[in-house]
């Protein structure tokens, strides 16, 4: 089964996503295809690079960044959401009176656009 993720809890407070990553993990092992995550809402702050939890705590910005790179899993980062929360990318600066950006690497900036997109070539979508 095709699957795409739905992650509207922020990384820490809650246990949206630390469970949502924890499913990816899970559905990889048994050979489904995990397509997509999509962060909303408060979700997007699972992109924000300057996030440091303590130093025995574990790094969910890192963990979905090694979700990226070891299995080639798109995460999306919608763009209004994120741009409210201030999570952005360096391209964006330009309007903007700040020096450098903070959108984490393996994260991509998109619109609802892509969720749609993902949830029409996917058989199911998962929210947490």
């Known amino acids: 089964m095709n699957y795409t993720i739905l992650v509207t809890g922020p990384p820490y407070g809650t246990q949206n996503s630390s469970t949502a990553f924890l499913f990816c993990q899970s559905l990889l092992k048994t050979k489904h295809i995990l397509h997509s ?8 702050l699972n992109a924000n690079n300057m996030t440091t939890p303590a130093i025995d705590e574990f790094n969910l910005i890192n963990a979905w960044q090694g979700l990226n790179k070891k299995h080639q ?20 600066l330009l309007n903007m009176n700040v020096k450098k950006g903070n959108l984490a ?15 029409k070539i996917c058989d199911r979508i998962i929210q947490f």
């Open 37 to 44: 995550v999509f962060f909303y809402c408060d979700g997007v």
């Open 73 to 92: 899993v798109k995460l999306y980062v919608c763009n209004s959401a994120a741009l409210r929360r201030g999570v952005i990318e360096d391209e964006k």
């Open 105 to 119: 690497l393996s994260f991509q900036l998109s619109g609802l656009i892509e969720l749609a997109k993902s949830i």
